[in-house]
């Protein structure tokens, strides 16, 4: 399963392109356009082949942010939640010949949490052996002390927060290969960047009432294609 394990370079590249205050050109080297997918039944049963690479890179591309955001959150510092991304897709590959997926008994994305909240409690445990907790954040240490925790509240909220946030990003990023650049830019300059209409107007040479519309259809679009991925979620 070596292929499993990405470069540190690779991984510092990925959680780079997450992270708005670098350059747009930097990131750009580093990666190609990233991979915002809703787990599929096909993909689920291609991962149960180690030898599929190429699934198995689909899937790393779909979840590492996920994973890396849920991993910081709880408290865990960069090179330690690069090494739980890492060590939760290798579980994942061990475990994945006896994934049986049934909602009846529960979802991908729960099995998922499950292990990723493990390699987290491994992380933790490192670091305190190690004598490194000052790399753990102290509140975060607080809330993980009895790590690992089956029925801990925090994470579950943390990786909902961060899910929802993640299928906000793939319907963005689908809809953003669908639409017109200049649409694009004034819904991200209006929306997600909060600039006035008269100023988006102004940089990029449009009129005001072009901004509303575009505000309007985009966020329409975005909010049907995170119904449509919802719908697809396994």
Same mark, same amino acid.
């Given at each position: 399963?070596?292929?499993?394990?990405?470069?540190?370079?690779?991984?510092?590249?990925?959680?780079?392109a997450g992270r708005s205050e670098y350059p747009v050109d930097?990131?750009?080297?580093?990666?190609?356009?990233?991979?915002?997918i809703p787990t599929r039944r096909s993909l689920l049963s291609?991962?149960?082949?180690?030898?599929?690479?190429?699934?198995?890179?689909?899937?790393?591309?779909?979840?590492? +942010? !996920?994973?890396?955001?849920?991993?910081? =959150?709880?408290?865990?510092?960069?090179?330690?939640? %690069?090494?739980?991304?890492? #060590?939760?897709?290798?579980?994942?590959?061990?475990?994945?010949?006896?994934?049986?997926?049934?909602?009846?008994?529960?979802?991908?994305?729960?099995?998922?949490?499950?292990?990723?909240?493990?390699?987290?409690?491994?992380?933790?445990?490192?670091?305190?052996?190690?004598?490194?907790?000052?790399?753990?954040?102290?509140?975060?240490?607080?809330?993980?002390?009895?790590?690992?925790?089956?029925?801990?509240?925090?994470?579950?909220?943390?990786?909902?927060?961060?899910?929802?946030? +993640? !299928?906000?990003?793939?319907?963005?990023? =689908?809809?953003?290969?669908?639409?017109?650049?200049? %649409?694009?830019?004034?819904? #991200?300059?209006?929306?997600?960047?909060?600039?006035?209409?008269?100023?988006?107007?102004?940089?990029?040479?449009?009129?005001?009432?072009?901004?509303?519309?575009?505000?309007?259809?985009?966020?329409?679009?975005?909010?049907?294609?995170?119904?449509?991925?919802?719908?697809?979620?396994?």
């Amino acid at each position: 399963m070596f292929w499993l394990r990405l470069s540190r370079a690779e991984l510092r590249c990925k959680t780079l392109a997450g992270r708005s205050e670098y350059p747009v050109d930097e990131i750009s080297l580093c990666m190609s356009e990233s991979k915002f997918i809703p787990t599929r039944r096909s993909l689920l049963s291609r991962l149960r082949s180690w030898d599929n690479q190429d699934s198995w890179r689909e899937f790393f591309d779909t979840y590492w +942010h !996920l994973l890396y955001s849920v991993a910081t =959150k709880a408290g865990l510092g960069d090179a330690d939640a %690069q090494d739980a991304v890492q #060590e939760t897709v290798i579980a994942v590959a061990r475990e994945m010949p006896g994934f049986k997926y049934d909602p009846a008994v529960g979802s991908f994305k729960g099995w998922l949490l499950q292990i990723t909240r493990r390699r987290i409690a491994d992380q933790m445990r490192k670091r305190y052996r190690s004598g490194g907790a000052s790399r753990i954040d102290p509140e975060a240490s607080a809330r993980w002390a009895d790590l690992p925790d089956p029925a801990s509240l925090d994470l579950e909220l943390i990786w909902e927060e961060q899910w929802r946030d +993640h !299928l906000r990003k793939a319907a963005l990023d =689908k809809v953003k290969r669908r639409i017109r650049l200049e %649409q694009f830019q004034m819904f #991200e300059l209006a929306v997600l960047k909060g600039w006035p209409a008269r100023k988006v107007a102004e940089a990029l040479g449009v009129t005001i009432i072009q901004v509303y519309m575009a505000r309007h259809r985009v966020g329409n679009l975005v909010k049907k294609e995170v119904r449509h991925l919802e719908q697809k979620m396994i």
